[in-house]
Each structure stands twice: as structure tokens, then as C-alpha cells.
T-cell receptor
Framework: SQTIHQWPATLVQPVGSPLSLECTVEGTSNPNLYWYRQAAGRGLQLLFYSVGIGQISSEVPQNLSASRPQDRQFILSSKKLLLSDSGFYLC????????????FGSGTRLTVV | AQSVAQPEDQVNVAEGNPLTVKCTYSVSGNPYLFWYVQYPNRGLQFLLKYITGDNLVKGSYGFEAEFNKSQTSFHLKKPSALVSDSALYFCAVRDIGNAGNMLTFGGGTRLMVKP
């Protein structure tokens, strides 16, 4: 069966520090991968998505970047965090076919102080 | 373009009463429709989906949703609410013709079930 792992679960970082959040998927190949941010327990903001290794699409210009160094690994990064980067970050994967939805990771609560 | 709307930020219901969480969508073709639930500090969990066939879809935890093509709606329902149903609910849509399999999510509706 397919599983998605996202870590860490919580993170407190000072302003100006770097960030690296990792997401990995097991049990499937060539998944579509997504990074979302959720502010204050409300709506989802799509940050990045990837349909293959090295293929990253950015939905919102921001202080963040994403990379996909391996088929089932998706990394969200920042060189210098801002206070506004605080939020709940969610990784998700899907197959690129048919009526399949997304499967979400458990999320990372990032607090920038 | 595809879009989805959840017109209510919050729905309040008493335990034991029926609940409805509303969702309307817009697609150029035919839709795939989904409902997800999110508990505090957790990822979204899949509840149910409509792909084709019977307009009434049954899902996890006693939830169901009815696809209404003429009203472009996919409301989530449950006959008898539980306090443990209190959570954030998201509706999502994908146009069948969307080759990239991108889902568009609604803004979410917070369901509060009071004892």
C-alpha cells in the first residue's frame, strides 16, 4: 500500500534562518506531488506541484522554493525565513490519471519567531 | 477553468440532528468531486468521492453526498451528527478533462457539533 511521510511534525525557527521540509511517498512510482500551506486553520494555498523529477511548478511567488531530487521525494526550502512563512504545511500526492484524489501527509506546523 | 465554493464558513448543529455542508462547483466538462475532513493539526483525510454512476455517494463515518448536476452541487450530509464530527471540511473538484489531475479545493467549512 501507498504511504506518505512528512517531517518534522512541528518546527520553531528564528527569522532569517533556513528551512527544509521533506516529504516522501512509498508504494507508488511517478506520483504527482504537491506542497500546500494553510494559515490559521482555514483554506489551502497551493505553493508548488511536481509531475516528475526536477519538474517544479510554482503557483505563488514567495520566499520558498521546492525541489524533487528523486521520484518520490519532495522538499520545501527557504534560504531565509520570514515571520509570514509561519503556518501549517501539507504535502500530498496523487496518481496522474482518472478519478483519483489526493493523499495528504500529516503536516508540519512551522512557527517563525 | 474549474472552481468550487463552500458558502458557509461555519455550520453549527446539535448532536443527533442531521447536518449538511454545502458545496457548489464549476467545470467546463464533467466533474470528479471529493470531500475531505481535517482534524486539528492533522492532514486532510478522504471521506468520499463522486466519479460516475449513482448520484448518492456513501463514504466514511456515516457521511454521504449527493451529486446534483443541474444545480452543480455536491452537498455533504449525515443523518445524525456526533460531537466527534466537529472538524474542518473541504470540498474539491477536478474537471475530467484536466489532464494534470489538479484538484481545486473550496475554502473549507468548520462544522461544530454541540452536545
Amino acid at each position: 500500500s501507498q504511504t506518505i511521510h512528512q517531517w518534522p511534525a512541528t518546527l520553531v525557527q528564528p527569522v532569517g534562518s533556513p528551512l527544509s521540509l521533506e516529504c516522501t511517498v512509498e508504494g507508488t512510482s511517478n506520483p504527482n506531488l504537491y506542497w500546500y500551506r494553510q494559515a490559521a486553520g482555514r483554506g489551502l494555498q497551493l505553493l508548488f506541484y511536481s509531475v516528475g523529477i526536477g519538474q517544479i511548478s510554482s503557483e505563488v511567488p514567495q520566499n520558498l522554493s521546492a525541489s524533487r531530487p528523486q521520484d518520490r521525494q519532495f522538499i520545501l526550502s527557504s534560504k531565509k525565513l520570514l515571520l509570514s512563512d509561519s503556518g501549517f504545511y501539507l504535502c500530498a500526492w496523487s496518481v496522474n490519471a482518472g478519478g483519483y484524489g489526493y493523499t495528504f501527509g500529516s503536516g508540519t506546523r512551522l512557527t517563525v519567531v | 477553468a474549474q472552481s468550487v465554493a463552500q458558502p458557509e464558513d461555519q455550520v453549527n448543529v446539535a448532536e443527533g440532528n442531521p447536518l449538511t455542508v454545502k458545496c457548489t462547483y464549476s467545470v467546463s466538462g464533467n466533474p470528479y468531486l471529493f470531500w475531505y475532513v481535517q482534524y486539528p493539526n492533522r492532514g486532510l483525510q478522504f471521506l468520499l468521492k463522486y466519479i460516475t454512476g449513482d448520484n448518492l455517494v456513501k463514504g466514511s463515518y456515516g457521511f454521504e453526498a449527493e451529486f446534483n448536476k443541474s444545480q452543480t452541487s455536491f452537498h455533504l450530509k449525515k443523518p445524525s451528527a456526533l460531537v466527534s464530527d466537529s472538524a474542518l471540511y473541504f470540498c474539491a473538484v477536478r474537471d475530467i478533462g484536466n489532464a494534470g489531475n489538479m484538484l481545486t479545493f473550496g475554502g473549507g467549512t468548520r462544522l461544530m457539533v454541540k452536545p
